[in-house]
T-cell receptor, first 109, second 115 residues
């Protein structure tokens, strides 16, 4: 069992739909990151969370430290949102990151 | 454009061949990393260089060597390639060691196939 689990693994949505991607982890962490990997392979950081909620444009990320769970929401999804979304957690007291296996999102026009 | 540049983008090797993956960053970052990404698994750290002149093993260092040539460049060498090293390799850099939030920047990846 991976220490960082993402669900779903694959997701297909119609343009305009509200999308939720989940990340659960089993260790104590000091931060959680959401990353986006484009079809061409490039990886960019979207959010860093240690508590609460952050919003950037149509993207919203939340974290519940007690439940060891984070969600990434995409409102009014668009085909350009098609990518792999990766959750990464930073172990408490270390600089060690554990990466989830990613959620492959495809948004159809 | 500022960023992390990896070469080559694609490579096919025969078992036993050697090769070096090159990585360069122009953001004056102190720390650099090599990861591999395999189907069904998250990114795994192979080696890292927290600062110029230092290198350390990550989670999966066996079969690899690295060189931090200067502050800009960090290369990954496969001395005798094996099919198990078929993967997509990512180089990354950051201003501060281990901090994804401090301008952590990934290269576009090298897809390596060992036959």
């Amino acid at each position: 069992k991976n220490e960082v689990e993402q669900s779903p693994q694959n997701l297909t949505a119609q343009e305009g739909e509200f999308i939720t991607i989940n990340c659960s982890y089993s260790v104590g962490i000091s931060a959680l990151h959401w990353l986006q990997q484009h079809p061409g392979g490039g990886i960019v950081s979207l959010f860093m969370l240690s508590s609460g909620k952050k919003k950037h444009g149509r993207l919203i990320a939340t974290i519940n430290i007690q439940e060891k769970h984070s969600s990434l929401h995409i409102t009014a999804s668009h085909p350009r949102d098609s990518a792999v979304y990766i959750c990464a957690v930073l172990y408490s007291g270390t600089y060690k990151y554990i990466f989830g296996t990613g959620t492959r999102l495809k948004v159809l026009a | 454009n500022a960023g992390v540049t990896q070469t080559p983008k694609f490579q096919v090797l025969k078992t036993g061949q050697s090769m070096t993956l090159q990585c360069a960053q122009d953001m004056n970052h102190n720390s650099m990393y090599w990861y591999r990404q395999d189907p069904g698994m998250g990114l795994r750290l192979i080696y890292y260089s927290a600062s110029e002149g230092t290198t350390d093993k990550g989670e999966v260092p066996n079969g690899y060597n690295v060189s931090r040539l200067n502050k800009r460049e960090f290369s990954l060498r496969l001395e005798s390639a094996a099919p198990s090293q078929t993967s997509v390799y990512f180089c990354a850099s950051s201003e501060l060691w281990g901090h994804l939030n401090y301008g952590y920047t990934f290269g576009s990846g090298t897809r390596l196939t060992v036959v």
